[in-house]
């Protein structure tokens, strides 16, 4: 069979616009399948309407209300579609299980999943290893968790002196991926500055797990650099952030609470998921407020 240079640029062409779509499609179904009969299920102590550790940090609150009433995300000409989003996921655990393993050659033990008295491993009610996190804002109707985190792991142990003198176990361990643009912001403006979602995801998980530091390392995927940061626990910051997700509980629709855009041009509402949505849907009415960050009501941390 004759197949010239010609054929070949002609069917590259319909490869791409044929595969790159199929792909995308195929995982990003079989990670919705996955999600749905698992944790997006609703079965189980934790609530299918949920706020979690790694959003409740975003900066306007119509946005949380958004995500925990379950509006459906709305597709960005600039985003990454489905599918590459899959694949960004699957290039942050690559980098979590790198890291881990680099870590433990210098001497590091960190431990990824709970761990029972005998220390064994706890699976959850899927069969699957069960995370370190916590669970709180116990709806008073179903009994189900709507407040929620977890963490990628617990430093427990330092064998290098000098390092022994700055990490001080039992220590969170956040392991992020970058691009080199992103990661340059980090390295300059440190977490706090460069991203409120991930200084509040870190902040709310010290507070329930109860630990003063966080260790947070972020791989440049383009230089493949580290940068790291220990992060102090800011009491305020944790708080602030519970009560304002418990606010959120209490609203019947996102439509309840008030834009930190002034208008859909706002730099914040320019990447927003919900911007059509915020902005044509209905109109805003009331601000609700309120107070919890309640030990009693806490799990005890699992390891
Ligand atoms: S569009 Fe703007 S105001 Fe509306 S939810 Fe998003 S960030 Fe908030």
């Avoid at 804002?137 to 427990?156: C, H, M, S």
């Avoid at 022994?164 to 643009?181: F, G, N, Q, R, V």
């Avoid at 409120?196 to 440049?220: A, E, I, K």
Wanted: hydrophobic residues 35%; negative net charge; glycine residues 10%.
């Amino acid at each position: 069979m004759q197949f010239d240079q010609r054929q070949a640029d002609a069917a590259t062409s319909e490869i791409n616009t044929l595969l790159c779509p199929m792909l995308d499609l195929a995982i990003a179904d079989k990670r919705k399948a996955e999600y749905d009969a698992t944790r997006g299920s609703g079965e189980g102590d934790v609530a299918k309407n949920r706020i979690g550790a790694g959003y409740i940090g975003v900066p306007c609150v119509r946005d949380l209300g958004f995500r925990y009433h379950r509006f459906p995300k709305e597709a960005r000409d600039t985003g990454a579609n489905p599918g590459e989003l899959q694949r960004h996921a699957a290039a942050g655990h690559w980098t979590e299980n790198a890291t881990l393993d680099w870590l433990g050659l210098v001497g590091m033990n960190i431990i990824t999943v709970a761990l029972n008295d005998h220390g064994n491993e706890i699976t959850d009610q899927w069969g699957k290893p069960k995370q370190i996190g916590w669970k709180d804002g116990k709806d008073p109707e179903t009994g189900q968790y709507r407040l929620a985190g977890e963490v990628d792991g617990v430093i427990i142990g330092v064998d290098d002196p000098h390092l022994a003198s700055l990490i001080k176990p039992p220590c969170i361990w956040e392991s992020k991926k970058a691009t080199d643009k992103k990661w340059k912001k980090f390295a300059k403006e440190k977490v706090r500055g460069a991203d409120p979602v991930y200084f509040g995801q870190v902040q709310v998980n010290m507070g329930y797990l109860g630990v003063m530091q966080t260790l947070f390392s972020m791989l440049n995927l383009d230089t493949m650099k580290f940068y790291f940061e220990l992060i102090p626990f800011d009491q305020r910051h944790a708080q602030d952030l519970v009560d304002r997700g418990v606010g959120v509980f209490q609203t019947s629709s996102p439509y309840d609470l008030p834009r930190l855009g002034r208008s859909e041009d706002d730099l914040v509402c320019k990447f927003c998921d919900y911007r059509t949505q915020c902005w044509h849907g209905e109109t805003n009415t009331v601000h609700v407020t309120s107070q919890l960050f309640n030990p009693n009501t806490m799990e005890d941390p699992p390891f």
